[in-house]
C-alpha cells in the first residue's frame, strides 16, 4: 500500500492546495477500527469546512472525485459517511499488486524519500556519572526516533550536548581530587554534596600522576567514555557531541547576549542581566547573567540552539526529562527572540522509569540501578523493547520478570517468535524464491492479513509524524497476533500448490515487515527459537 498511499496523500495534498489553498498537517489518513469503513478513511474535509468556514459534504464530494479520477482499478470503492469522512476500499487488484512489489522490494517498499536535515538532540546527561535507568529511556526513544526519520530519507544528526561546565563539573572534579588523596594516603575531605560512587574512585585511580591544570578535561574524558560505552552496549550511536564549555569559549554566548542588546531584548536590574522573555510567551523573564557575573545555563542554551539552526537544518528535535517541562516556554520563546518561527524545534518530554520485579536485582557498585545494571540482567533486545511499550509522556515500569520470560506473555518473545515461525516454515517448504504469478489465488482471509500488513506504511507516517515509537510496537504485537491466528486456522503448507505458494507469499511479506519493524526498533530478528 506504500504506493496506494503515496498516490492518495500526494492526490489529496493537491486537492486541497489548489483547490481551498488550504495545507494540513499530515497524516491525512487512518486506518478505521470497523473494516466496513473501508482501509483508509481521511478527516480533511472537516477539517478544510472547519478552516473555511464551509459545508462538509460538497468538500468530501470533491475530495471522492478526484479519488476515483486518479486511482482507476486500485480502488474498488470510495464513499462519503456523515459528517463528512471519505473512506478508501482497496480493490483486489491493489492488493494483489502491492504484495508483488513487497516481494521484490522487501523493505524499500515501505520507504519514502523525504528530505529533510535534522539534528536530533537526546539523552545529554551531565558526564558526572554512568547513565541510569532513566537515561536509558531517553537513549532508546531518540534512537528509534532517529531510525524512523533515516528510514524516510531524513539527514539526521544524532547530537550529545555535553553539560562540562558549571558547579556539578567543579563538584566532580573536586570529588576526584579528594579520592586522589585517599588512594595516596593523605588525609582527604569529600564534598558533602559531590559525587560519592565506586566509579569516581575508579576515576581517581586512573588520573593519579595527571597535572592539576589537565585534570579536567582527563576526568571529563574518562566519564565520557562511561556514557559512551553504556550507550554502545545499548545499540545508541552519535555523530556529534557538542562541548558546552567549547561554546563559551568561542564566545557564542557572549555572541548571542550582545545580539539581544542590539534588539533592545536585556535589561539589567539588580546588578543581574535578563532576557525580556515574557514579550514571547514565557510567563516570566529569564536571568542571562548573575550579579556575581556568571553565565546561567539558559544563556548557553540560547546561543546552543542559535549554533543549531545556523547550521542549515529544517528540523530540531530535543528530548528532555520530565524535570525540563517548565523549560520549554523560555527556549520557545528564545527562539522567536532571535528572529526564527518556534515550530522548527520539537521538544519531547520523556517521563521516568522505574523497575517492577519478585526477585531482588543485582546492582553494580552501589544502591541505585544503572543502564547498564538492566542491560546485564534483561539483555539488550529486551531492554529496548520494553523501554518503548508506552507514550513518551507516560511514566514507564519496566517489568524485569515479563522481561525475562520464554512466553507469549512477553510481547517481545511473541514477536520474535513470529518471524522465527515463518523462517521455519520457510525451511520446511525449501523455498528458495517467491513466485508472484501465485498472488492472486489468495483468498479472502488471507487478503484481510495482507490489508494489515500494508497497514505499516500508516504505523510508520504515525510514528513520523508523532514521534511516538510506542506505535511501532503496538503494531508489531498486532500483526503477531494475526500471523499467530492465522497459522492456527490456514493450512501454509498445501497440498493444493496455489494455496501453498499464495500463501508462503504471504508470510514473506509478513515477515519483511517483522524484520524491518525490528530492526527500527534496534531489536535483532531471531531466526530461531
Known sequence: MRKIYENLSSIIEKTIET????????????IPKDKSYGDLSTTVALRIAS??????????????????GKLGEIVE?????EPGFVNIFISQKGLVDSLEMI???????????????????FVSANPTGPLSIAHGRQAVVGDVIGRVLEFFGNEVIREYYINDEGRQID?????VEERIKEIRGEDFNLPEDGYWGEYVKDIARECIGVEKEKLREAVIDKMLSLIKSDLASLRVKFNSWFSQREMIERGLVDEVIDFLKTKNLVYEEEKALWFKAKDF????????????????????????????????????INLWGPDHHGYINRVKASIKALGYPEDILDIIIIQLVTIKTKERMSRRKGTAILLRDLIEEVGVDATRFYYLLRRNSSPLEFDIDLAKSFSFDNPLYYIQYAHARILSIFRKAEIKEFSPSYNKFLEE????LLRSILEFNYCLDKVYYSLEPVNLVEYLKNLASLFHNFYERRRILSSNINERFSRLNLLEALRVVLDT???LLGIEPLTKM
Not at 563538584?171 to 570529588?175: E, M, V, Y
Not at 482471509?445 to 484481510?448: A, F, T
Open 171 to 175: 563538584l566532580l572534579i573536586r570529588s
Open 19 to 30: 483547490k481551498y489553498s488550504v495545507k494540513l498537517t499530515p497524516p491525512l489518513w487512518d
Open 103 to 121: 516481494l521484490g522490494e522487501k523493505s524499500n517498499f515501505f520507504r519514502e524519500n523525504r528530505p529533510r536535515r535534522v539534528i536530533l538532540e
Open 51 to 68: 478552516i473555511l468556514k464551509r459545508e462538509v459534504k460538497p468538500i468530501a464530494e470533491e475530495i471522492k472525485k478526484e479519488l476515483i
Open 445 to 448: 482471509e488471507d487478503l484481510s
Open 517 to 519: 519493524g525490528l530492526k
Open 281 to 316: 510567551g514565557d510567563d516570566k523573564d529569564r536571568v542571562l547573567r548573575k550579579a556575581e557575573g556568571e553565565l546561567t545555563y539558559f544563556a548557553s542554551d540560547i546561543a546552543y540552539h542559535r549554533d543549531k539552526i545556523y547550521r542549515k537544518v529544517d528540523k530540531l
Open 77 to 81: 470503492k470510495v464513499d462519503v459517511v
